[in-house]
Protein backbone atom coordinates (compact mmCIF):
# COMPACT_ATOMS: atom_id res chain seq x y z
CA UNK A 1 0.00 0.00 0.00
CA UNK A 2 1.10 4.03 -0.77
CA UNK A 3 -0.73 4.84 2.26
CA UNK A 4 -1.40 8.41 2.20
CA UNK A 5 0.40 10.14 -1.12
CA UNK A 6 0.07 14.30 -1.86
CA UNK A 7 0.99 16.03 -4.73
CA UNK A 8 2.87 18.89 -5.14
CA UNK A 9 5.56 18.63 -2.47
CA UNK A 10 6.37 22.61 -3.06
CA UNK A 11 4.82 24.93 -4.87
CA UNK A 12 4.81 28.96 -5.64
CA UNK A 13 2.24 31.04 -5.86
CA UNK A 14 1.55 34.00 -6.85
CA UNK A 15 -0.97 36.31 -4.85
CA UNK A 16 -4.80 35.69 -6.50
CA UNK A 17 -3.56 32.67 -7.82
CA UNK A 18 -5.68 29.66 -8.23
CA UNK A 19 -4.39 25.54 -7.66
CA UNK A 20 -5.69 22.62 -6.34
CA UNK A 21 -3.86 20.27 -3.86
CA UNK A 22 -4.10 16.79 -4.68
CA UNK A 23 -4.31 14.02 -1.83
CA UNK A 24 -5.20 10.09 -2.44
CA UNK A 25 -5.15 7.33 -0.15
CA UNK A 26 -5.49 3.31 -1.07
CA UNK A 27 -6.47 2.31 2.67
CA UNK A 28 -10.35 2.73 1.77
CA UNK A 29 -10.73 4.52 5.06
CA UNK A 30 -14.16 6.82 5.57
CA UNK A 31 -12.64 9.71 7.12
CA UNK A 32 -10.16 11.78 5.21
CA UNK A 33 -8.91 15.56 6.90
CA UNK A 34 -6.12 18.42 5.51
CA UNK A 35 -4.70 20.25 8.11
CA UNK A 36 -2.42 23.17 8.07
CA UNK A 37 0.91 23.67 9.57
CA UNK A 38 2.12 26.90 10.89
CA UNK A 39 5.03 27.54 13.32
CA UNK A 40 4.25 27.30 16.67
CA UNK A 41 0.39 27.01 15.69
CA UNK A 42 0.45 22.93 15.95
CA UNK A 43 -1.53 21.56 13.09
CA UNK A 44 -5.05 23.30 12.41
CA UNK A 45 -7.97 21.30 10.57
CA UNK A 46 -9.19 22.64 7.47
CA UNK A 47 -11.65 20.57 5.91
CA UNK A 48 -12.74 17.03 6.49
CA UNK A 49 -14.75 14.05 4.98
CA UNK A 50 -16.68 10.81 6.18
CA UNK A 51 -16.89 9.76 3.00
CA UNK A 52 -17.81 10.64 -0.83
CA UNK A 53 -20.04 12.88 -0.91
CA UNK A 54 -20.00 14.61 2.65
CA UNK A 55 -17.43 17.05 3.69
CA UNK A 56 -18.12 19.37 6.58
CA UNK A 57 -15.38 22.74 7.81
CA UNK A 58 -12.69 22.25 10.27
CA UNK A 59 -11.37 24.51 12.74
CA UNK A 60 -9.78 27.20 9.50
CA UNK A 61 -11.73 26.93 6.27
CA UNK A 62 -11.90 30.28 5.04
CA UNK A 63 -10.15 30.65 1.86
CA UNK A 64 -10.71 26.73 1.08
CA UNK A 65 -12.55 24.78 -0.41
CA UNK A 66 -13.08 20.60 -1.14
CA UNK A 67 -15.11 17.92 -2.91
CA UNK A 68 -14.92 13.93 -1.86
CA UNK A 69 -16.51 12.20 -5.01
CA UNK A 70 -14.61 9.07 -4.50
CA UNK A 71 -13.24 7.43 -1.05
CA UNK A 72 -9.90 7.37 -2.52
CA UNK A 73 -9.21 11.06 -3.67
CA UNK A 74 -9.62 14.26 -1.24
CA UNK A 75 -8.36 17.59 -2.92
CA UNK A 76 -7.83 21.03 -1.69
CA UNK A 77 -8.24 23.70 -3.50
CA UNK A 78 -7.16 27.33 -3.18
CA UNK A 79 -9.16 29.53 -4.89
CA UNK A 80 -7.75 32.92 -4.72
CA UNK A 81 -4.29 32.44 -3.36
CA UNK A 82 -3.41 35.12 -0.02
CA UNK A 83 0.17 35.50 1.25
CA UNK A 84 -1.71 33.94 4.74
CA UNK A 85 -2.09 30.61 3.13
CA UNK A 86 1.99 30.29 2.92
CA UNK A 87 2.10 26.84 5.20
CA UNK A 88 2.76 23.17 5.41
CA UNK A 89 -0.32 21.51 4.14
CA UNK A 90 -1.11 17.91 5.48
CA UNK A 91 -3.60 15.18 4.37
CA UNK A 92 -4.82 12.25 6.60
CA UNK A 93 -6.75 9.22 6.48
CA UNK A 94 -8.36 7.10 9.28
CA UNK A 95 -10.64 4.46 9.31
CA UNK A 96 -14.20 5.08 10.97
CA UNK A 97 -15.68 8.46 11.79
CA UNK A 98 -17.13 10.08 14.37
CA UNK A 99 -16.52 8.81 18.10
CA UNK A 100 -14.32 6.31 16.17
CA UNK A 101 -10.98 7.72 17.40
CA UNK A 102 -8.37 5.35 15.18
CA UNK A 103 -5.25 6.42 14.42
CA UNK A 104 -4.89 9.19 11.37
CA UNK A 105 -2.34 8.00 8.81
CA UNK A 106 -0.59 11.35 7.58
CA UNK A 107 0.64 11.95 3.58
CA UNK A 108 4.16 13.21 3.35
CA UNK A 109 2.93 17.34 3.13
CA UNK A 110 2.79 20.14 0.36
CA UNK A 111 5.08 23.36 0.93
CA UNK A 112 3.18 25.96 -0.13
CA UNK A 113 4.52 29.58 -0.69
CA UNK A 114 2.72 32.32 -1.95
CA UNK A 115 3.95 35.39 -2.89
CA UNK B 1 -12.33 25.98 24.46
CA UNK B 2 -11.66 23.08 22.12
CA UNK B 3 -7.43 23.37 22.33
CA UNK B 4 -4.85 21.06 24.23
CA UNK B 5 -2.43 23.12 25.52
CA UNK B 6 1.35 21.55 25.41
CA UNK B 7 3.90 22.33 27.40
CA UNK B 8 7.03 22.80 27.56
CA UNK B 9 7.35 24.42 23.63
CA UNK B 10 11.10 23.40 23.24
CA UNK B 11 13.51 20.60 25.13
CA UNK B 12 16.92 20.42 24.41
CA UNK B 13 18.51 17.58 26.30
CA UNK B 14 21.66 15.81 26.92
CA UNK B 15 21.47 12.11 25.01
CA UNK B 16 20.96 9.85 27.82
CA UNK B 17 18.81 12.48 29.97
CA UNK B 18 15.08 11.89 30.39
CA UNK B 19 11.98 14.04 28.76
CA UNK B 20 8.53 14.68 29.18
CA UNK B 21 5.98 16.78 27.40
CA UNK B 22 2.74 17.62 29.02
CA UNK B 23 -0.70 17.96 27.43
CA UNK B 24 -3.58 20.30 29.38
CA UNK B 25 -6.90 20.63 28.79
CA UNK B 26 -9.90 22.82 30.41
CA UNK B 27 -12.06 20.07 29.79
CA UNK B 28 -12.76 16.20 30.05
CA UNK B 29 -11.10 14.40 26.92
CA UNK B 30 -12.96 11.55 25.72
CA UNK B 31 -9.25 10.55 24.14
CA UNK B 32 -5.49 11.61 23.78
CA UNK B 33 -3.48 10.76 20.88
CA UNK B 34 0.15 11.06 20.67
CA UNK B 35 2.25 11.84 17.28
CA UNK B 36 5.32 12.29 16.40
CA UNK B 37 6.74 14.28 13.38
CA UNK B 38 10.71 14.16 12.47
CA UNK B 39 12.18 17.60 11.27
CA UNK B 40 10.89 17.92 8.01
CA UNK B 41 8.22 14.72 8.07
CA UNK B 42 4.99 14.22 8.79
CA UNK B 43 3.34 13.07 11.86
CA UNK B 44 3.41 9.50 12.49
CA UNK B 45 0.96 8.10 15.30
CA UNK B 46 2.43 6.77 18.67
CA UNK B 47 -0.55 5.84 20.60
CA UNK B 48 -4.19 6.57 21.84
CA UNK B 49 -5.31 6.98 25.07
CA UNK B 50 -9.17 6.50 25.96
CA UNK B 51 -9.12 5.39 29.88
CA UNK B 52 -8.86 7.14 33.37
CA UNK B 53 -5.68 6.79 34.75
CA UNK B 54 -4.60 4.45 31.45
CA UNK B 55 -0.20 3.89 31.31
CA UNK B 56 0.98 2.22 28.58
CA UNK B 57 4.32 1.58 27.22
CA UNK B 58 6.55 1.55 24.06
CA UNK B 59 9.78 0.70 24.77
CA UNK B 60 11.70 3.79 26.25
CA UNK B 61 8.10 5.91 25.99
CA UNK B 62 5.71 5.80 28.89
CA UNK B 63 1.87 7.49 27.85
CA UNK B 64 -0.20 8.52 30.95
CA UNK B 65 -3.31 9.85 31.24
CA UNK B 66 -4.71 11.77 34.05
CA UNK B 67 -7.73 10.73 36.29
CA UNK B 68 -9.37 13.27 35.49
CA UNK B 69 -9.25 12.94 32.13
CA UNK B 70 -8.03 16.40 31.28
CA UNK B 71 -4.14 15.88 31.18
CA UNK B 72 -2.00 13.32 29.72
CA UNK B 73 2.26 12.97 29.70
CA UNK B 74 4.69 11.43 27.52
CA UNK B 75 7.93 10.74 28.73
CA UNK B 76 11.20 9.27 27.30
CA UNK B 77 13.48 7.49 29.22
CA UNK B 78 17.68 7.60 28.31
CA UNK B 79 16.74 9.77 25.30
CA UNK B 80 18.88 8.87 22.15
CA UNK B 81 19.50 10.97 19.43
CA UNK B 82 16.68 9.06 16.91
CA UNK B 83 14.13 11.23 19.27
CA UNK B 84 14.64 14.24 18.15
CA UNK B 85 11.71 15.32 16.62
CA UNK B 86 8.22 17.23 17.47
CA UNK B 87 5.98 15.21 19.66
CA UNK B 88 2.42 16.36 19.33
CA UNK B 89 -0.97 15.68 21.67
CA UNK B 90 -4.32 15.71 19.64
CA UNK B 91 -7.67 14.99 20.95
CA UNK B 92 -10.69 14.15 19.14
CA UNK B 93 -14.35 15.63 19.32
CA UNK B 94 -17.11 14.41 17.30
CA UNK B 95 -15.36 14.26 13.60
CA UNK B 96 -12.83 16.75 14.24
CA UNK B 97 -9.20 16.61 15.43
CA UNK B 98 -7.43 19.77 17.77
CA UNK B 99 -3.59 19.14 18.41
CA UNK B 100 -1.37 20.86 20.78
CA UNK B 101 1.12 22.97 19.76
CA UNK B 102 3.47 20.54 19.75
CA UNK B 103 6.77 20.29 22.43
CA UNK B 104 10.55 20.06 19.96
CA UNK B 105 13.07 17.68 21.36
CA UNK B 106 16.60 17.90 20.67
CA UNK B 107 18.79 16.00 21.78
CA UNK B 108 22.78 16.72 21.79
CA UNK B 109 25.02 13.93 21.98
Known amino acids: NAGVTQTPKFQVLKTGQSMTLQCAQD?????MSWYRQDPGMGLRLIHYSVGAGITDQGEVPNGYNVSRSTTEDFPLRLLSAAPSQTSVYFC??????????????FGPGTRLTVL | GQQVMQIPQYQHVQEGEDFTTYCNSS?????IQWYKQRPGGHPVFLIQ?????EVKKQKRLTFQFGEAKKNSSLHITATQTTDVGTYFC?????????FGTGTSLTVIP
Open chain 1, 27 to 31: MNHEY
Open chain 1, 92 to 105: ASRRGQGNTYNEQF
Open chain 2, 49 to 53: LVKSG
Open chain 2, 27 to 31: TTLSN
Open chain 2, 90 to 98: ARGTGNQFY
